[in-house]
């Protein structure tokens, strides 16, 4: 069902006072959250433009594939709950839900897991990109470098007017995410790359990529492989976020995928985004013991004070993360696995939940943990470096980004976006030859 065609169209009327003219702007109603006022219209017949910096009650495009319900915390992946899909579900199947709108049958796994797989290596001529960065970058700035270079290798699948190139772009980004990711590492601790392996599913491949090395076999903990599979389930899509946002907009030039995909992870490496997660660990550190937790929280609540408690708040979710809800469960479940008892980032990060979600500043500005709380002290506990976290968030991320790229591209009424803005600087004025100055 597409929003135009629903019947439920009430209209709403804009009194311009200057004139007195009345202007309707019809509304349209989705399948489920709020309605939205139709305004391409409005700059045409009012000569004004709307204004919204941030976005906050903007709706940017019609979408079909995830939706998020803030107040009651609710996210659905195709109209299926993040947690139900977390605990039946992997992210292959999920990966495949999200690219084509439904739950595969058993056959359909098995041929999108098998052109997942044979995709996971990367041209041999890009091993020497690594070599041109200096050990200690950052591998965000690794990531974006590299997957917009695969733009130069990758040419039979940039001709986004072509499905089949569209598709095979958004196969070989899923596929080869991990593999990048898994090779920036390696290349930051001077350890040899090793080549995925065809005979493991996708969370363990990568952590195999990771860990392993070619003087040894080595066995992925199943219990991690598990944990790392359900934590990319819950950060796969996410609606229309900012680095979501800015895949679209870089689609709607007619940009190829994999240079969209590379803004993508330029805007998640922000620590109001997809950097929350590294950025959460550094402030548990930080803190270092509960006893300093109270002093931490008061920074948070000084309007004069800069400091934000990572891993808290949300655009969108003015109740608790179902995400948050999940990842608390797996820290518990991969800290016992390891036989971690004692973790002082996680005692610290429970306390200052706990604290934060009874102090009413927390309270009336319905700061709750989101997704990033917890995950970094997961992370931590499977040995990831820090610096490594939000790199796994756009390798989960990837298949939301093309999913939503495809969906932009497939849709008919697409444009190019280009907003426009209120303007408040000089108006008209005479240029001043130097002399003159
Ligand atoms: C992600 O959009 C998505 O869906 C993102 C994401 C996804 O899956 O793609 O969910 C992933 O990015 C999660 C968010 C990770 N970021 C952080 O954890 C960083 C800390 N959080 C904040 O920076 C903030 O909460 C944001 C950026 C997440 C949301 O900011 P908004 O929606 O612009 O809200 P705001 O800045 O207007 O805050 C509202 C009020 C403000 O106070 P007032 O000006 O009204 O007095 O709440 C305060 C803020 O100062 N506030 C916080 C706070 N977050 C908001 N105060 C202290 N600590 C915080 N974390």
Redesign the pocket.
């Known amino acids: 069902m597409n929003a135009k065609d629903n019947l439920k169209n009430a209209n709403f009327t804009l009194t311009d006072n200057r004139s007195g003219d009345t202007y309707d702007l019809p509304v349209l109603s989705g399948s489920v959250g709020p309605d939205v006022i139709d305004v391409r219209r409005l700059y045409a017949e009012t000569d004004c433009f709307t204004y919204d910096p941030?976005y906050?009650s903007t709706g940017s495009c019609e979408s079909k594939i995830t939706y998020?319900d803030g107040e009651q915390g609710v996210l659905l992946y195709r109209g299926y709950p993040i947690d139900q899909l977390a605990e039946n579900s992997d992210f292959m199947e999920v990966c495949y839900l999200l690219l084509y709108g439904e739950l595969p049958t058993g056959e359909q796994k098995v041929q999108f897991e098998k052109g997942v797989t044979y995709h996971t290596m990367l041209n041999e001529q890009l091993n020497y990109f690594f070599r041109g960065f200096r050990r200690d970058a950052h591998p965000m700035a690794v990531m974006c470098g590299t997957v917009g270079a695969l733009s130069a290798f990758y040419h039979d699948s940039l001709d986004i007017s072509d499905p089949k190139h569209r598709m095979v772009a958004s196969y070989r980004l899923i596929a080869k995410m991990p593999t990048i990711a898994a090779m920036a590492y390696k290349f930051s601790i001077g350890a040899p790359f090793m080549y995925p392996r065809n005979n493991l599913k996708y969370a363990e491949n990568f952590l195999y990529m990771m860990f392993s090395n070619p003087c040894e076999d080595y066995e992925v903990n199943p219990i991690l492989s598990k944990a790392m599979d359900r934590i990319l389930i819950l950060?796969a899509d996410?609606?229309q976020?900012?680095?979501?946002s800015t895949v679209r907009l870089a689609g709607s030039s007619g940009a190829n995928p994999f240079a969209c995909i590379s803004a993508g992870i330029a805007s998640?490496w922000g620590?109001?985004?997809?950097g929350?997660n590294e950025?959460?660990l550094n402030m548990l550190e930080e803190i270092e013991h509960p006893k300093n937790i109270t002093k931490f929280v008061e920074k948070?609540?000084d309007?004069d004070d800069p400091?934000?408690?990572?891993?808290?708040?949300?655009?969108?979710?003015k109740n608790f993360?179902p995400?948050a809800k999940v990842m608390h469960q797996t820290c518990h479940e991969v800290l016992g696995e390891l036989g971690i008892t004692n973790e002082p980032l996680l005692d610290i990060a429970v306390e200052l939940e706990r604290l934060a979600l009874e102090d009413d500043?927390?309270v009336e500005?319905k700061?709750y943990p989101?997704?990033?709380?917890y995950s970094g002290i997961i992370f931590k506990a499977m040995g990831i470096p820090t610096s490594l976290f939000t790199v796994l968030?756009a390798v989960a991320?990837t298949v939301g980004w093309v999913a939503q790229w495809n969906e932009m591209v497939e849709d008919p009424s697409q444009k190019i976006g280009r907003p426009r803005q209120l303007y408040t600087g000089e108006t008209t004025r005479e240029f001043v030859p130097l002399g003159q100055r």
């Open positions: 941030g906050t998020i950060h996410h609606e976020n900012a680095s979501t998640l620590p109001a985004h997809g929350a950025a959460v948070a609540k309007k400091f934000r408690l990572m891993g808290f708040g949300h655009r969108v979710y993360d995400r500043y927390f500005k700061l989101n997704v990033d709380f968030f991320r």
